[in-house]
């Protein structure tokens, strides 16, 4: 089952696998979810600029695909401290990671514990200077990456995977990954 986002779309009209009924933003298609039965959902971001700038919980009822499609861009715009995006079970997928890019000028971008996280054809791109938030933080979690990159605005990657009872992913870490041993 899919919830469309298109830049042109809105929150308050649309509806579940409708097309020409699409959300306007992330978070009001992951509002929406919440509001349908427990199981399995894929949000498919057309193309376009988003900004998110609220918080998003995903409960562990659900099983959460997010797909963008190339020259989508999120950029997640949260006061320190703040993460944009807390789920168990999540799954997060572009069409490329020099097309797809999640922005984390302030605020966090992903929070993910007792749980499986994955990231596929994604560059996210967090801006550290003056901010010692994280991208992702897996607690006690299965975290994957697949062609997909975490850097800092400088372009130096930023991720560490350390093991699963405590993965933290900030920029003062080295570069370093270390696939989990289940997989």
């Known amino acids: 089952q899919t919830l469309f986002v298109d830049p042109n779309g809105n929150d308050s009209t649309a509806q579940?696998?409708?097309?020409?009924?699409p959300w306007q933003t992330i978070n009001g298609a992951l509002?929406?979810?919440?509001?349908l039965p427990p199981g399995s959902y894929t949000v498919h971001v057309f193309r376009g600029a988003y900004t998110?700038?609220?918080?998003?919980t995903i409960s562990n009822s659900y099983s959460v695909s997010i797909y963008f499609e190339a020259g989508a861009t999120l950029t997640v715009s949260l006061s320190a401290g703040s993460t944009w995006l807390t789920a168990t079970d999540l799954t997060i997928t572009g069409s490329g990671r020099y097309n797809t890019k999640i922005l984390v000028p302030t605020g966090n971008t992903l929070s993910v514990t007792n749980g499986t996280v994955k990231i596929n054809n994604i560059r996210l791109q967090a801006d550290h200077s003056t901010n010692a938030a994280y991208i992702i933080e897996a607690i006690g979690s299965n975290l994957y990456l697949e062609n997909s990159e975490l850097v800092d605005?400088?372009?130096n990657t930023v991720y560490t995977?350390?093991?699963r009872k405590s993965t933290r992913l900030n920029s003062s870490h080295v570069s370093e990954s270390r696939m989990p041993s289940s997989a």
């Open 16 to 21: 579940l696998g409708r097309l020409d009924l």
């Open 31 to 35: 509002s929406g979810i919440a509001a």
């Open 52 to 56: 998110e700038t609220t918080t998003a």
């Open 153 to 155: 605005t400088a372009g």
């Open 161 to 163: 995977y350390l093991d």
